[in-house]
């Protein structure tokens, strides 16, 4: 979450918009949330702050990230073929972190160059290659 707050200003104003958007649809739908405050917060960070210790299991949100940090002793749980896509660009997760893991025979490791957080558009009509290439893995696996 560091590198949003950090870097291109347009993904956060997008995250943002998103994420207040999906907790207006939850508060309307379970009033006893009381998630209107979250409407006033202007950067992902604050959003964070408030919204972690009152509504997850983590006393901060440090211990929040650091728990669904990927780094060597998840990996090693991976017991099934894997593909991890990210890009060079992506804003959360940082692919020089993952390229410090030491990923296990079966898990293949797939970067592009571009491609955000799970955006990989190839054209401005928002196709993305990704779907393409999710669909070849499952027809080579049924063949």
């Not at 590198?3 to 291109?8: F, I, P, R, V």
């Not at 998103?18 to 508060?27: G, R």
């Amino acid at each position: 979450m560091m590198a949003l707050d950090s870097g291109n200003p347009i993904y956060e104003r997008y995250f943002l918009k998103k994420w207040k958007k999906s907790l207006s649809i939850k508060q309307s739908l379970f009033p006893h949330l009381e998630l209107n405050q979250a409407q006033s917060f202007r950067r992902l960070t604050e959003l964070n702050h408030y919204l972690i210790p009152k509504h997850t299991p983590f006393a901060s949100v440090e211990d929040y990230f650091e728990a669904y940090r990927i780094g060597d002793n998840a990996a090693k749980h991976i017991q099934g073929a894997t593909h991890i896509i990210s890009s060079d660009n992506d804003p959360i997760t940082q692919l020089q972190d993952l390229k410090k893991v030491r990923w296990p025979e079966h898990v293949r490791l797939v970067v592009t160059r571009g491609g955000a957080h799970c955006a990989f558009l190839d054209k401005l009509s928002f196709t993305s290659w990704v779907d393409r290439y999710i669909t070849q893995l499952i027809l080579e696996t049924n063949d």
